[in-house]
């Protein structure tokens, strides 16, 4: 593992309790940061604090899609670390699979409310703290389905594209703030979302892949990461692919 610089820094990780959000947060929790698991399930969280060695570990009971609760959430990890420096979200969902004629309408809103609505909360509360320290790194997960939109999943397809031209969009608005703000966009990885997906759905990402196999997470948290670091500081608004070779452009 190669060794990356976040002494004295602390970050926050969304749906951090587990798959690629616990990744991150042991990788960053492995380069010095102090770092904030956010997640929804007491018992989990409990598990990943005891899980991550390195720097402080704060853990915090929050459903992103709820607003005062992002903003409780960020109040309480400003008040254990004193500053939040980089903020990875990865808070979501896979949706089921159907085709969008048969796509039941509580489920699309449950997976934007989710995959986008929750990322716009958390952009939103941790970029005012950042502007106005002058510093912050902000990566959002996305996905490869968000560039070419994957068949029976156009709930995920359709958020994690919104999840895109979000990021693109904030980054430009704090370029100038010292604040940079990036996504990634990995091909299928496996972890507790697949619970989620139909074997068939499984079946037709893996194929997709050039390399014939999933990502995995410890490959997303390095470039993650990476994206978290004082080193990353002249890319902002970007989209870097994390897909075995299937991302075209």
């Known amino acids: ?40 399930n007491d018992q989990s969280l409990a598990d990943a604090a005891r899980a991550i060695s390195g720097g ?6 929050v459903d992103v899609t709820k607003v005062d609760q992002v903003e409780a959430a960020f109040a309480s990890t400003v008040k254990m670390f004193g500053k939040v420096d980089a903020m990875a979200n990865s808070a979501g969902v896979a949706g089921q699979n159907a085709t969008v004629i048969d796509y039941p309408v509580d489920e699309w ?9 929750g990322v ?8 005012k703290h950042m502007k106005d320290n002058g510093y ?14 994957n068949p029976n999943a156009s709930a995920y397809s359709a958020s994690k594209a919104a999840v895109i031209g979000f990021t693109k969009s904030l980054g430009k608005e704090l370029a100038k703030d010292g604040v940079t703000v990036n996504c990634v966009t990995p091909a299928a990885v496996k972890t507790p979302i697949f619970d989620q997906v ?16 999933f990502g995995l997470v410890e490959e997303i948290a390095a ?23 299937r991302a075209t452009y």
């Open 1 to 40: 593992m190669n060794k990356l610089d976040m002494a004295g820094r602390s970050a926050i990780v969304t749906g951090g309790a587990s798959g690629i959000g616990l990744a991150i947060a042991q990788r960053l929790a492995l380069s010095g940061a102090n770092v904030a698991i956010w997640d929804m």
């Open 56 to 61: 402080k570990v704060h853990t915090v009971k």
């Open 109 to 117: 809103l449950r997976v934007f409310d989710i995959n986008m609505n």
């Open 120 to 127: 716009f909360y958390c952009c939103r509360t941790a970029g």
């Open 136 to 149: 912050g790194r902000i990566v959002n997960i996305a996905s490869i389905a968000g560039k070419e939109g």
């Open 198 to 213: 139909a074997q068939y759905h499984i079946d037709f990402m893996l194929s997709k892949i050039p390399m014939g196999r």
């Open 223 to 245: 470039m993650v990461s990476w994206l978290c670091t004082e080193d990353c500081s002249f890319t902002t608004g970007a989209v870097f692919d994390l897909s075995g070779g």
